[in-house]
């Protein structure tokens, strides 16, 4: 296979020329190479434009757009578009069509109009699917096969439910074990057939957890076969062409993208601020470590450890990923749409290249008239090139047609531990607080890390970790035997750990476990905790180092671990809120509450400290952000300036934007960017 991720950064978007008419193609090739666009996804909506009545294709267009790229030199990423079946597909099968919870089947007219778990849907899918293959599985200009589009829809239908049963028995065995994991004794929902199991539909009362938890496991590996069948297919007409499929992000999405990543090529994502002041950057600084977590599963079939004592992947070993869709010029919240400051656009697209991606890639090209998402932001946006936009678009190509040297992976020694089953547990209705998110916890602790100037990566439970000198467990509250045990192996050899409020409070079928909270970790931290204190929303619990916790306090009992910070005033007063166990020749904190940002900010820098790391930049002034990448002697320095002011980074090399010389250093402008190449400061012993 030919891994073109070691070729220059791709720079592009989702390309629909079926909206166009042919007139606007030679334009829109010319603005490419005005641009330096090098790689466009095509096709990925464009099913019924391909296949206007089942098994008739309409390939010209296609022919034409693609013989035109590649004459521009423009690479394709060529989607399936298997996302959005025609209107024939829903009118001859409307059992296909998807079912919520509530038992509603809902209609054509949008996108994704389908059950994944439909034997009619995957056929046509495999069917259009097989046609491109046959006919552009050799085209030159075919860099990547991108299946589908952000797998995540689900359903509810009898089709579901059938195989909802099947893969049950597959990983069940038997009802009595079924019965034992969903802790069916209660509420009398205990199974004497198979048949009786539904998807866990719309109920009178809070549904059973182990349910809830099993059906989402089942809809992913649902999507990852439907995923998989056309990968097969892809890969057999031509097995030099890569594949991927890109995944979206979101607590919402029914795929554990870490157990996907193995199934890929290429790690892709997609990802979309929410926030549009600076929770805008701390969001892409986190999607970017996600993806480059999942990429290190991918490359190598499981996660490669990084060098020990000194961080950072071992030379060779950097897996690339690849940011496959952002919003170029506008952030788009739930309410409305934030155009980006001048620079913004820049600095977001370097953040995901400091931390791994091979390029930035956008949705969307070109803005459309019409259609659902007439207003999202588009390289070229409706204003056409004469913009400040496609100024933007155009500075944009050059400045990463100038990083193509960077190459390496991403120092860090910490790394978060992030797993899709403790987010989807953590969803369920009948918890003690509606607060509960794993997701919002490996949020903050990446924050707070973030702002102490630490690259964090994200590893699953179980993965190699030997190279990593601090681990953080945020809620994990899905903890199997397996995991703690992998866990105590890690502190004992030496490793130092901050576990969270509710980690290790149930077992892998969402089971409480017995004795005291946390459960899993109780001899590991040091701790045993009897009763929760979860706060309401606008409470907070005072801490006696003058900070503060939110979401969370409880009752915490010493057996073993020492306190570092206790709570302050209120039932808990003077009992320990934070604590710190040495286990083996490692360390363990625990860290019972939420703390504010401020407070978790120096938790974690002193957690670092103690472990023996140190910020990527120490020098490097509140608001710059500090990445580096390394590939044998060879480093990178990305500095990132998220304020309004300038900023001075002491530093030497030379900075591959501008192509200047660093011999002090790095002046950034006020919401500026710079990446150094980095000097060699030769040790005294090796300098002899
Ligand atoms: C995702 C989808 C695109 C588009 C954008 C809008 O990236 O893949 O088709 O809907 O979101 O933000």
């Not at 924050?447 to 100037?453: N, Q």
């Amino acid at each position: 296979m030919v891994m073109w991720t070691d070729g220059p950064l791709c720079y592009g978007g989702d390309y629909n020329p079926e909206q166009w008419p042919a007139s606007v193609w030679a334009e829109d090739v010319a603005l490419m190479r005005r641009a330096r666009v090098n790689l466009v996804t095509v096709g990925v909506f464009a099913w019924s434009r391909l296949e206007p009545t089942p098994g008739r294709y309409t390939f010209d267009w296609l022919d034409r757009v693609l013989d035109l790229l590649h004459a521009g030199g423009v690479r394709v990423a060529l989607a399936t578009p298997t996302a959005a079946p025609p209107p024939w597909f829903s009118l001859a099968h409307p059992g296909a069509l998807p079912v919520t919870a509530d038992g509603v089947r809902l209609h054509h007219g949008s996108r994704d109009t389908y059950c994944a778990a439909t034997p009619a849907y995957r056929q046509v899918a495999l069917r259009i699917a097989a046609a491109l293959a046959d006919r552009y599985a050799h085209h030159p200009a075919l860099a990547l096969w991108h299946v589908h589009n952000e797998y995540g829809t689900t359903c509810h239908c009898e089709h579901t439910a059938r195989a909802f049963r099947q893969w049950l028995a597959a990983r069940h065995g038997d009802l009595a074990t079924l019965n034992d994991a969903w802790v069916t004794a209660f509420w009398s929902q205990h199974y004497s057939d198979w048949a009786q199991i539904s998807t866990p539909r719309a109920t009178q009362y809070l549904a059973n957890p182990g349910q809830l938890l099993d059906f989402r496991r089942f809809w992913s590996d649902t999507l990852l076969a439907a995923y998989a069948e056309q990968r097969d297919l892809l890969r057999a007409a031509n097995p030099a062409v890569p594949i991927t499929t890109n995944y979206v992000l979101g607590d919402w999405v029914p795929v554990d993208h870490a157990r996907w990543a193995t199934e890929v090529d290429l790690v892709a994502v997609d990802h979309y601020p929410s926030a549009v002041d600076g929770g805008a950057e701390e969001q892409t600084a986190l999607a970017a470590d996600l993806a480059r977590g999942w990429a290190r599963r991918a490359a190598t079939g499981q996660p490669a450890a990084v060098a020990s004592g000194t961080g950072g992947m071992p030379p060779g070993a950097a897996p690339a990923w690849l940011l496959m869709e952002t919003a170029p010029h506008q952030i788009h919240t739930a309410g409305r749409m934030h155009t980006k400051e001048p620079g913004r656009l820049l600095r977001h697209a370097l953040a995901h290249v400091a931390r791994g991606s091979h390029g930035a890639m956008f949705f969307q090209w070109r803005a459309p008239t019409g259609g659902a998402e007439r207003f999202h932001g588009a390289l070229v946006p409706h204003a056409g090139p004469d913009s400040r936009a496609f100024r933007d678009s155009v500075q944009l190509g050059t400045a990463l047609s100038r990083l193509a040297e960077v190459s390496g992976g991403v120092e860090s020694s910490v790394a978060l531990v992030v797993d899709a089953a403790s987010g989807w547990a953590l969803r369920h209705p009948g918890l003690p607080s509606t607060l509960l998110d794993h997701h919002q916890e490996v949020a903050a602790a990446h924050r707070a890390l973030w702002r102490a100037g630490y690259a964090g990566d994200t590893v699953s439970p179980g993965d190699p970790v030997d190279g990593y000198r601090l681990l953080v467990l945020p809620a994990l509250y899905l903890v199997s035997d397996a995991t703690a045990g992998w866990l105590r192996a890690y502190v004992h050899g030496g490793g130092h750990l901050l576990a969270t409020y509710l980690s290790g409070v149930a077992d892998e079928h969402a089971r409480v476990r017995l004795g005291g909270y946390p459960g899993a970790l109780r001899d590991l931290l040091g701790v045993r905790v009897e009763e929760f204190h979860p706060l309401a929303a606008d409470a907070h619990a005072r801490l006696d180092n003058g900070g503060t916790g939110r979401i969370w306090a409880e009752t915490l009992r010493l057996t073993g671990a020492d306190t570092i910070v206790s709570y302050a005033g209120g039932v808990l007063d003077a009992m320990p809120a934070v604590t710190r166990h040495r286990y083996g020749a490692g360390t363990a904190w625990y860290v019972s509450t939420r703390p504010d940002d401020t407070t978790y900010r120096r938790l974690l820098d002193t957690a670092a400290r103690t472990a023996g790391i140190a910020p990527v930049c120490p020098a490097a002034p509140e608001g710059v952000e500090a990445v580096r990448r390394r590939n044998g002697n060879a480093s990178w320095l990305f500095l990132l300036n998220h304020t309004d002011r300038e900023q001075r980074v002491p530093a030497r090399g030379t900075e591959l934007l501008s192509a200047t010389t660093v011999r002090q250093a790095v002046v950034l402008p006020p919401n500026g960017v710079a990446v150094l190449r980095e000097t060699r400061v030769e040790s005294a012993a090796a300098g002899g």
